[in-house]
């Protein structure tokens, strides 16, 4: 099973700031067949379900802010808000569909400073 | 507008076993691969089972296979999850939801429906 591992737990930024999620797994995602990354992130806020917000590591999905981007390949991946807002307190969890099982990252909370 | 609605989820004894149901609509079920996921109280995600489109393949995480079988009903728009020998490690919110059409993104989540196995 590819396991893949988020740093930090937590962090707190201040409102207008950057954010910064890595995330890492124990072998590459990256599809040579269509040289994609088979990596996805989402945002869970309390008593919600999921939302996807970026997936081949980088393409965002439709109606998701500009301030949210992906970026790595491979094994390295980068979730970034470039300036916080009140409304991305959350979860973000990162998820590789590489391989079965389908494996998520622990989970970072993103709370303001 | 896609909308995935869960139900069956409620207190079982261990060793019971439960059915959930997704209703699907907004979108061409027949076209989709479909999910569930689950999620202990204050845990993590866990992916549970993916079905094909016509049921032909699926595919379970470890802790579930022989326990849970994934079915769907295209004629009906819905997904299901028989769940068999219930653990109260099973407990969770389980979340239907629809994989979307290149990237294996899963693009739409139901609310989710709380399953807790407990004697």
């Known amino acids: 099973d590819i396991v893949v591992t988020q740093s930090p737990d937590s962090l707190a930024v201040s409102l207008g700031e950057r954010a910064t999620i890595n995330c890492k797994s124990s072998?590459?995602?990256?599809?040579?067949?269509?040289?994609?990354?088979?990596l996805a992130w989402y945002q869970q806020k309390p008593g919600q379900p999921p939302k996807l917000l970026i997936y081949?590591?980088?393409t965002r999905e439709s109606g998701v802010p500009d301030r949210f981007s992906g970026s790595g390949s491979g094994t390295a991946f980068t979730l970034t808000i470039s300036s916080l807002q009140a409304e991305d307190v959350a979860v973000y969890y990162c998820?590789?569909?590489?391989?079965?099982?389908?494996?998520f990252g622990q989970g970072t909370k993103v709370e303001i400073k | 507008e896609v909308q995935l609605v869960e139900s069956g989820g409620r207190l079982i004894q261990p060793g019971g076993s439960l059915r959930l149901s997704c209703a699907a609509s907004?979108?061409?079920?027949?076209?989709?691969?479909m999910t569930w996921f689950r999620q202990a109280p204050g845990k993590g995600l866990e992916w549970v089972a993916n079905?094909?489109?016509?049921?032909?393949?699926?595919f379970y995480v470890d802790s579930v296979r022989g326990r849970f079988t994934i079915s769907r009903d295209n004629a009906k728009n819905s997904l299901y999850l028989q769940m068999d020998s219930l653990r109260a490690e099973d407990t969770a919110v389980y979340y239907c939801?629809?994989?979307?059409?290149?990237?294996?993104?899963?693009?739409?989540w139901g609310q989710g429906t709380l399953v807790t196995v407990s004697s």
């Open positions: 939801a629809k994989v979307g059409d290149y990237g294996w993104k899963v693009d739409y």
């Open positions: 079905i094909k489109q016509d049921g032909s393949v699926k």
């Open positions: 907004g979108f061409t079920f027949t076209n989709y691969w």
């Open positions: 072998q590459s995602v990256l599809q040579n067949s269509d040289n994609k990354n088979y």
């Open positions: 081949w590591a980088s």
């Open positions: 998820q590789q569909s590489y391989s079965s099982p389908w494996t």
